[in-house]
């Protein structure tokens, strides 16, 4: 591309969204709300995800230790429960610390406990962390098995109602995002086609007079990206305050949920808002103008 | 050069617009294209431009077979072409002058040279007065003169005048026809399709007749059925 004809382009591109002042302005606030409901919804996607992991990390099992095996040996068995598939962690818990844990939850009540100065009461345990609380049910028995172990505790309607919440959130994250897409590609497509119509008698004239496709296609992408690329900025800093506030909000009223701080996720966040303004706005003007260009 | 031979031309709807014709018009020539609403002239034209290609027969304008052009290279056929319409259709927003000079620009010319041959040719169609003034602001005469100047911008080897005084007064129709017998005069060809019979009679040029999709007569002088 020779110099002179690429700041033309620039010229152009840059001169037409002023020229088309009012569909310039369109295109940008189309973007920049789409762009913020779709990133709204990611970034509580995001939270909730956040959340269940986390959940999912504090969901654990418990496998009692068979009460006829010394103290040695009870500790010997960690190996083999960490060799049973889908096991991230282990921890052994001995009877004295299994009773001062208990007395700790106890609290105030702990008195109750007074009568059983005798920790051999409580059993030797192990709890287990999983990577995936799917397959709970599957590696509670396996833990079952394993020699030395007599009963295993797993909380399954816990971990049942885990998994709901995450594939109910996922799934529906998953539509939405398709669903947003869509709408946002039909507008934008359509207020560029609006932009580009307008323009049809200019695109003719440069057609009859001999000008490659090329050189008609360029201003307009020009334009598409730079209405792209600042509807991205704008949407993202609209993100940034509106999310901050809601953040705020939310942690003010349920005080268990602890959203992630902007700053944590703001490069992949201005990358994808950026990366899509300028994909919708250049998509959408080389699209559309493609019609233009049969004459 | 323009040159038909045995060219017909279906659109897709089945209408037949042009049957048969067979015609050559030589480098510097002056040509009236004439015939009834209907009859194929607007056919001929977007034939010459590659707007339309043939459905049978073949086509060679200023050396380009538009039968076998490839789409990539229609931009090179229309370079050699300055084509001229009814309804001037000039770009309302842009002055006298960026109108002329955006069909130099968006063939990717040179702003020195642009700058060069703008006022050249806005002088030879006599507006160089009005260089600065918009469309709007100009009489259909003057708007007609700017498209002839946009059409002659490039240098064509080819002006095609489709209806160029259709919108205007018989004085100003005889004005923008002596500019293009000028234009011919300095060695372009021109293609002037009309059905203004005045105009026609007034000038001792070739006539081509054509009447449903075929030529009904090829004679200089008069408008002849």
């Known amino acids: 591309m020779r110099g002179h004809n690429l700041a033309y382009f620039l010229r152009e591109g840059i001169k037409s969204i002023f020229l088309h002042g009012f569909m310039s302005f369109a295109a940008i606030c189309i973007i920049v709300a789409c762009l913020l409901i779709i990133g709204s919804f990611s970034l509580i996607s995001y939270n909730v995800s956040l959340a269940i992991d986390n959940a999912e990390q504090q969901n654990e099992i418990v496998a009692f230790v068979d009460d006829t095996l010394s103290d040695e040996e009870a500790k010997d068995i960690e190996n083999s429960i960490r060799a049973v598939p889908n096991v991230q962690d282990v921890i052994f818990v001995s009877r004295d610390q299994a009773f001062e844990e208990y007395s700790t939850e106890l609290g105030e009540d ?186 | 050069m323009v040159r038909f031979s045995g060219v017909f031309k279906t659109y897709d709807n089945g209408v037949k617009a042009i049957k048969g014709i067979d015609m050559r018009i030589e480098d510097g020539e002056f040509v009236f294209l004439v015939g009834p609403s209907g009859s194929g002239k607007s056919t001929i034209v977007k034939l010459i431009t590659s707007e339309e290609r043939p459905t049978d027969g073949k086509i060679v304008v200023n050396g380009f077979n538009i039968g076998k052009l490839r789409s990539r290279t229609i931009p090179r056929l229309r370079r050699t072409l300055g084509v001229i319409f009814q309804d001037f259709r000039l770009i309302e927003n842009k002055t006298v002058y960026e109108n002329v000079a955006f069909a130099m620009r968006v063939i990717g010319a040179h702003p020195r040279q642009i700058a060069d041959r703008v006022p050249k040719v806005l002088m030879l169609v006599g507006l160089s007065d009005k260089a600065h003034a918009l469309p709007q602001e100009l009489s259909g005469g003057e708007q007609q003169r700017v498209a002839i100047a946009r059409a002659l911008i490039n240098n064509p080897r080819t002006i095609i005048a489709d209806e160029p005084t259709g919108n205007l007064d018989p004085a100003r129709s005889q004005e923008i026809m002596k500019l293009l017998e000028r234009i011919n005069s300095l060695g372009t060809t021109v293609i002037a399709v009309t059905h203004e019979r005045g105009i026609v009679d007034s000038f001792e040029k070739r006539v081509i007749a054509i009447d449903d999709g075929k030529i009904v007569s090829d004679k200089t002088g008069g408008y002849i059925q």
């Open chain 1, 110 to 295: 702990s008195f109750l406990l007074d009568g059983l100065e005798d920790e051999s009461v409580l059993r030797h345990r192990y709890r287990i962390f999983l990577n995936d609380i799917e397959l709970m049910q599957e590696t509670a028995d396996n833990i079952e098995n394993v020699p030395g172990i007599d009963k295993v505790n797993a909380s399954l309607e816990i971990s049942e109602g885990i998994i709901s919440v995450r594939n109910v959130v996922r799934i529906v994250s998953y539509i939405l995002a398709v669903i947003l897409f869509c709408i946002s590609v039909f507008i934008i497509s359509n207020t560029v086609k609006l932009a580009t119509f307008n323009r049809r008698e200019e695109i003719a004239i440069m057609k009859m007079v001999g000008a490659t496709n090329a050189f008609i296609r360029w201003p307009f992408i020009i334009e598409g990206f730079l209405l792209g690329v600042v509807g991205g900025a704008i949407a993202f800093f609209c993100q940034w305050g509106i999310y901050d506030y809601a953040a705020v909000k939310v942690h003010e009223y349920m005080q268990i949920l602890n959203p992630v701080e902007f700053t944590d996720v703001y490069i992949p966040v201005l990358a994808i808002f950026l990366g899509a303004g300028f994909l919708v706005g250049v998509f959408g003007s080389v699209v559309t103008i493609r019609k233009f260009l049969k004459v």
